[in-house]
T-cell receptor, first 110, second 113 residues
Framework: DAKTTQPNSMESNEEEPVHLPCNHS???????IHWYRQLPSQGPEYVIH???SNVNNRMASLAIAEDRKSSTLILHRATLRDAAVYYC???????????FGAGTRLTVKP | EAGVTQFPSHSVIEKGQTVTLRCDPI?????LYWYRRVMGKEIKFLLH????????ESGMPNNRFLAERTGGTYSTLKVQPAELEDSGVYFC???????????FGPGTRLTVL
């Protein structure tokens, strides 16, 4: 199975943009790139997903490299409520389970 | 619309006892998933129901774990007998259709003493 690599932790200042990187050099052509986050004492929460093209929604943007071997989750203006563990997940087209890694713990400083 | 709910939020039991966790998916969601995070490890998939049928139970750790989804609505996950290594947080998720976004519940924290 394709694996993802993320930094263990990152810090950001409130109101500033945050770029969370993810490497997935062994991604296959049918793997979707999903991002979830987990706030303290809560279950994982869907953020965004994409296949090849960059994606935007109300929560974030997802920038996918042309070779799809890496992606970046972009929070345009971090707030204190964005402090969470962010998971980059490759989800095969023919498989329904989510393969979580260790994720990146984002700290947002006021 | 109510989200995925799980009961209890926290359970503390002795080794060798039985515990049953319950998950109520979002209404109308045919797909229901169980995951767990044991101490210091990553969140791992356990199994997937489509309505009342087990679609994939490849992540179930051993035969002490039994998941059911009678009638295709709520699901239960029974651990019998519980062992110390079963301690962790058990998450349930649901989705409307296959490969759709999964919505997670808040989890049940299981502590086995």
């Amino acid at each position: 199975d394709a694996k993802t690599t993320q930094p263990n932790s990152m810090e950001s200042n409130e109101e500033e943009p945050v770029h969370l990187p993810c490497n997935h050099s062994t991604i296959s052509g049918t793997d979707y790139i999903h991002w979830y986050r987990q706030l303290p004492s809560q279950g994982p929460e869907y953020v965004i997903h994409g296949l090849t093209s960059n994606v935007n929604n109300r929560m974030a943007s997802l920038a996918i490299a042309e070779d799809r071997k890496s992606s970046t989750l972009i929070l345009h203006r971090a707030t204190l409520r964005d402090a969470a563990v962010y998971y980059c997940i490759l989800r095969p087209y023919n498989n329904n389970d989510m393969r979580f890694g260790a994720g990146t713990r984002l700290t947002v400083k006021p | 619309e109510a989200g995925v709910t799980q009961f209890p939020s926290h359970s503390v039991i002795e080794k060798g006892q039985t515990v049953t966790l319950r998950c109520d998916p979002i209404s109308g969601h045919d797909n229901l998933y169980w995951y767990r995070r044991v101490m210091g490890k990553e969140i791992k998939f356990l199994l997937h129901f489509v309505k009342e049928s087990k679609q994939d139970e490849s992540g179930m750790p051993n035969n002490r774990f039994l998941a059911e989804r009678t009638g295709g609505t709520y699901s239960t996950l029974k651990v019998q007998p519980a062992e110390l290594e079963d301690s962790g947080v058990y998450f349930c998720a649901s989705s409307q259709v296959v490969r759709d976004t999964q919505y997670f519940g808040p989890g049940t924290r299981l502590t086995v003493l």
